[in-house]
Nanobody, 125 residues
């Protein structure tokens, strides 16, 4: 079991950058796939990016490809989401999630059992 804490959110102008961090407790984080999801007001939670524990395969939503980069540092028990060229439509609460059994279903909200509390990202236009 892992516990996740996100940080790094904030207010940024359109075109700017932010880096979100997801710090995990637990010794088995390196064997958990990590996903980033976001939820805007009145909308369902949606997939943003994921990185598998095996081979570090990455997945991205089409809306963020080329702008966001997911990475992980297992030695620090931390995953990151680098967000560049932010747009107003990226405004949302961003959540990280982890699960040891997720590989093929890495883009599915329902596949993850462990979630952080979320961090707000607001992009002003």
């Amino acid at each position: 079991q892992v516990q996740l804490v996100e940080s790094g959110g904030g207010l940024v102008q359109a075109g700017g950058s932010l880096r979100l961090s997801c710090a995990a407790s637990g010794r088995t984080f390196s064997r958990h796939t990590v996903g980033w999801f976001r939820q805007a007001p009145g909308k369902e939670r949606e997939f943003v990016a994921a990185i598998t524990w095996s081979f570090g395969i990455t997945y991205y939503a089409d809306s963020v490809k080329g702008r966001f980069t997911i990475s992980r540092d297992n030695a620090k028990n931390t995953a990151y989401l680098q967000m560049n060229n932010l747009k107003a439509e990226d405004t949302a609460v961003y959540y990280c999630a982890a699960d040891p059994n997720v590989i093929a279903a890495a883009t599915s909200v329902g596949a993850y059992n462990y979630w952080g509390q979320g961090t707000q990202v607001t992009v002003s236009s």
